[in-house]
């Protein structure tokens, strides 16, 4: 069995590939639910999402992590080594593995290059603004943003990296790492260099290449380096190239996943139906078998988190 854990509000992302990887057993438990057992059943664990999560919860997280990890169980994803964007981006550019940077305001750190984008890191918005090009144009984006009442702790600079394709589109690669395996994903095309949901700009020959990258995998090397350095043995990392090298923009441990159904290009169909049967291979690799006694969640803190919770039922959870 399998156990993907995210937030409550979250589980839908990975409702495809529970579907795609039957006869398996893959449950989505949410933090809520995990932190509120006595008992875990024996599996294998993937914790995501941790973004979402308060800093009482992350604790949790990687107290359960340490605790399944002890009764034997496989668990990707260590909540104790999450980094929040700013700190991941500031590690790729240290580890050589990325060749921008990112630049945190809270550490009164402004940008040393431009063009910049202001962000938040927690969440999924992607830009506040546009690019920026000056100090001053950082600065008056970083004003609005705390006017508009994003926290200071929230926001940080990032340096532009993205570089069109020879046909003038903008192209975001990404690659899952699951477990031991890194598995190409279907490209997003756009005119606009965010490249955020894509836009019906793609003609044949993007999806020719898409079909190369899936299957040879290029860049997974440079991946898999990234994944290690990061400490995430599972998630998607969205990246491009420029000047001939990977740049990796995020890895979102609890991406939304899914599967093209309807597209006026057959290859990309076939492309999309290529991508969907590896993940679902080097997922069911990760399959534990059952019948092992389950793993007890009832030591300290989670009793504490437990009693707390029965007493203040319809309040906010408890924390210390």
Not at 43 to 53: E, G, Q, S, V
Not at 101 to 119: A, H, I, K, N, T
Not at 148 to 162: I, K, N, Q, T
């Amino acid at each position: 069995m399998i156990v993907i854990v995210t937030t409550e509000t979250h589980k839908y992302t990975h409702a495809a590939l529970a579907e795609w990887c039957r006869p398996a057993a893959l449950q989505r438990f949410s933090y809520w639910k995990l932190f509120r057992r006595r008992a875990l059943p024996y599996a294998t664990y993937i914790f995501t999402d941790f973004d979402r999560l308060s800093p009482w919860e992350l604790e949790l997280a990687a107290k359960a992590f340490r605790v399944l990890e002890s009764a034997g169980c496989r668990v990707l994803n260590d909540p104790g080594r999450f980094r929040r964007r700013h700190a991941f981006l500031q590690l790729m550019h240290r580890k050589k593995i990325n060749d921008f940077r990112s630049w945190s305001p809270e550490l009164d750190e402004s940008p040393g290059r431009f063009p910049v984008f202001l962000r938040t890191q927690a969440a999924h918005r992607g830009v506040l603004a546009g690019l920026l090009h000056t100090p001053e144009d950082a600065q008056r984006a970083l004003q609005e943003a705390l006017t508009a009442g994003h926290p200071l702790s929230d926001l940080h600079f990032v340096e532009y990296a993205a570089e069109p394709t020879n046909t003038g589109i903008f192209r975001k690669l990404a690659a899952y790492r699951i477990g031991d395996t890194i598995v190409p994903a279907l490209s997003v095309h756009s005119l606009d260099w965010i490249a955020k949901y894509g836009a019906a700009v793609a003609e044949a020959q993007q999806y020719e290449e898409e079909r190369e990258l899936l299957r040879q995998n290029p860049y997974g090397k440079h991946l898999m380096s990234a994944f290690e350095a990061a400490g995430i043995d599972y998630g998607r990392a969205d990246f491009g190239i420029v000047g001939g090298k990977p740049q990796i923009y995020e890895i979102n441990t609890n991406p939304m996943i899914g599967e093209l159904t309807e597209h006026w290009s057959d290859q990309r169909l076939a492309n999309s139906r290529h991508a969907r049967d590896a993940m679902a291979a080097a997922v069911k690799v990760l399959d534990s078998a059952v019948g092992k006694p389950a793993v007890r969640l009832d030591g300290e803190p989670f009793a504490t988190q437990f009693r707390r919770d029965r007493r203040r039922f319809f309040m906010s959870p408890w924390m210390p």
